[in-house]
């Protein structure tokens, strides 16, 4: 019997062991600093906050990318459900115990929430009408917004910029891009889809994409648009046609529906303004399909096809109704 419990002791302590061996390090500030670098200097070129501070309350609300939040909710930046929040939770103490904190697919999804955050709350406004390399003042404006209750968040902020010479970033003109990368920039390669490529259920993206990266021009409805990729982002797609970024938001409808414009592998991009109407007469509409899906899958205006069908601009179609696409409908 003695001689079963050493054997227990000397199994669990050999466990313990080789889990402790197995717990990963911890990130250390400039190597968080280095993986998560071209995240925030997108988030300033395409929206304005400085790389700098999105840097430095990445590293200082997820302690790195150590903190449990950051690893198992993918939570960086220490934003709260509130009222408006729809996906996943995660439950933490923090001011109070067990407070509700968002939960992310990815490290990236927060990074855009991020984003979204700030530029859709009234009260931060303010501080987009600093230059991106006045990054004392986004500190101190960030306190005075009410984005965090500790005192010296503006000093911890500061600190850490300084301390990493993160304000270097903040000078940066354009994303940097891994020489292997540098061509979907700088080459766009013509194609026209074939005959079936308007009907969506006949639509993969992954068709269209070719050994060498570049980017491919699609045609729906005589018009050009590409398919986004991994890594993509509104910003590189509109440099490499030179196209103003408003203007490629407002091409693809999304000043019209009022939504934050993240981008999504796989979704399509109008690079030329849509029509008013489409080369099909109807659409019958599918489970998971949207107005604004549908607009895109033709190359129509949002609001001609909101016109056509008589619809209340907003409202969503019901599945099997049949959308008309080309001839407003008569009463």
């Known amino acids: ?45 395409e929206y304005g906050i400085p790389a700098s501070i999105t840097l430095a309350q990445g590293l200082l609300e997820s302690s790195n990318g150590n903190s449990p939040l950051a ?5 960086h930046f220490g934003i709260k459900c509130h009222l408006d929040w729809t996906g996943e939770t995660y439950l933490k103490d923090d001011d109070e115990k067990n407070e509700c904190f968002r939960k992310y697919a990815s490290v990236l999804d927060s990074y855009k929430d991020h984003v979204k955050f700030l530029k859709s709350r009234p009260r931060y406004a ?42 270097e970033f903040d000078t940066i003109k354009s994303i940097p891009v891994n020489p292997d990368e540098a061509q979907p920039l700088a080459v766009a390669e013509i194609k026209t889809t074939p005959a079936n490529a308007t009907q969506k259920n006949n639509f993969s993206p992954s068709t269209y994409h070719n050994s060498t990266g570049t980017f491919q021009v699609l045609e729906c409805n005589h018009l050009k648009f590409v398919i986004a990729r991994p890594g993509d982002t509104f910003y590189r797609i509109s440099r490499a ?14 000043k019209e529906t009022n939504v934050f414009p993240v981008l999504h592998s796989g979704d399509r991009i109008y690079i030329q303004p849509k029509r008013r109407k489409a080369l099909e007469d109807f659409h ?22 909101y016109r056509k069908n008589r619809m209340k601009f907003g409202s969503q179609p019901i599945v099997g109704d049949k959308l008309a696409l080309r001839h407003k409908i008569k009463l």
């Open 1 to 45: 019997m003695v001689f079963r419990k050493k054997i227990v002791v000397i199994t669990c302590c050999c466990i313990a062991v080789i889990a402790a061996n197995a717990q990963p390090s911890k990130m250390t500030q400039s190597q968080y600093v280095e993986r998560y670098k071209d995240d925030a200097i997108q988030e300033m070129l």
């Open 241 to 254: 046609y030179d196209i103003e970024l408003p203007d490629l938001f407002r091409y693809n409808d999304l």
């Open 126 to 167: 303010f501080l987009f009408s600093y230059k991106v390399t006045d990054y004392e003042d986004w500190a101190k404006g960030l306190k005075r917004a009410g984005y965090a209750t500790d005192p010296r968040y503006p000093q911890r902020l500061l600190e850490i910029i300084k301390d990493n010479k993160l304000y």
């Open 284 to 305: 019958t509409v599918e489970p998971g399909e949207t107005m604004y899906s549908i607009s895109q899958d033709y190359g129509i205006r949002l609001k001609s096809l």
């Open 71 to 75: 690893i198992y909710a993918n939570n």
